[in-house]
């Protein structure tokens, strides 16, 4: 009896047995950092809970991954991470909660939205929707604006997949209760460790090493946003993006500093954004192309108040104020949806 293919074990000509490779859990090797900044996410939970003394040490440290992974669930919402649909699943699920908001929810706020104008009328994430001014306090108010909004889009999607797709229904049914419940457990944990010591205790650790944490995430990350289109040309092929192409930046947040590229190709891996980008720097305003975050940072919302031609200029054509001609007639209509009454 013949065996089957799978079982024969081939040799090579120099009598050797080849050696195979064990297949990847994860999509793209690369992905095993994503996993590993989750994993350590929750390690850094689990040690403030133990002591509370090292929170003040860790807290910031906490700080850092939850927006770092902030930008995980964005790169996982484009292309899933595992091979596996269970694994993605409890991924998102697990990412929600450093995230601060139900993963599920970056399709129809980023994916459908986003994506789709650019920072041009519909865009529920606009920059310019009350001012096109680029200041401090534009910036800092940015993420309420922005995040009211968006709840629009969420809203009409989870009304439509209510009916037409009730298993994905179910699925972020199950994620916003992970959201809210896990918070809420982790407070009862807290209290019910910390109770017969100093007052506040337990409160203390649950928000410094959960709720901070998850609320510096989704406001960073639409702060990034933010700072990524303002004052860029949304009409243009190659300028409709700010870019951080700073090596630290890019390897602390999973390359989200490449934006137009990311744009151009929302489907390619994260690993792959810098050579891509590469390609198409030479077409991008050099303006648009920041080396250093921190000094984009001090620049435009420190020294240019006192400088300022230090401070950011609109380059092209405004978002608001293309030529009718240029603004099909679905994306006008979308934006008069979404402007505030």
């Not at 699943?89 to 929600?96: C, I, K, P, R, V």
Request: hydrophobic share 40%; charged share 15%.
């Amino acid at each position: 009896m013949t065996p089957p293919l799978s079982s024969v074990e081939t040799v090579g000509e120099d009598g050797i047995k080849p050696t195979t490779r064990e297949p990847l859990l994860v999509q793209n090797a690369a992905d095993y950092r994503s996993v590993f900044w989750l994993l350590l996410a929750i390690a850094l939970v689990v040690i403030q809970y133990s002591d509370p003394a090292l929170v003040k040490y860790l807290s910031p440290i906490s700080c850092y991954l939850a927006i770092s992974l902030g930008t995980v669930s964005h790169n996982h919402n484009h292309k899933a991470t595992f091979k596996s649909k269970r694994l993605n699943n409890l991924f998102g699920h697990a990412l929600t909660i450093f995230y601060g908001y139900p993963t599920l929810m970056w399709v129809p706020t980023h994916n459908l939205n986003h994506h789709k104008f650019v920072n041009r009328p519909g865009d529920a994430t606009a920059t310019w929707r009350y001012t096109n001014k680029h200041n401090l306090w534009v910036a800092l108010t940015y993420p309420f604006v922005s995040g009211y909004f968006q709840s629009i889009p969420i809203r009409n999607y989870i009304d439509r997949v209510k009916t037409k797709k009730p298993k994905l229904y179910a699925r972020i049914r199950f994620q916003y209760a992970v959201w809210i419940g896990s918070y809420i457990t982790l407070g009862i944990l807290a209290a019910v460790l910390y109770h017969n010591q100093q007052a506040g205790l337990g409160f203390y650790v649950w928000f410094f090493s959960v709720i901070l944490p998850a609320i510096l995430s989704s406001t960073v990350i639409m702060f990034f946003n933010f700072i990524q289109h303002v004052h860029t040309d949304a009409w243009s092929d190659h300028d409709h993006s700010r870019n951080f192409v700073g090596s630290w930046f890019n390897f602390l947040f999973f390359n989200n500093g490449y934006h137009t590229i990311h744009h151009d190709h929302p489907a390619m891996h994260w690993s792959e954004l810098p050579e891509a980008h590469s390609k198409i720097a030479d077409s991008i305003d050099p303006k648009l192309n920041e080396k250093n975050l921190l000094w984009f940072l001090l620049r435009q919302y420190i020294l240019s108040p006192l400088i300022p031609k230090l401070g950011t200029k609109q380059i092209g054509t405004l978002p608001s104020t293309a030529p009718v001609a240029d603004v099909p007639a679905e994306e006008s209509k979308s934006f008069n949806q979404n402007r505030p009454r």
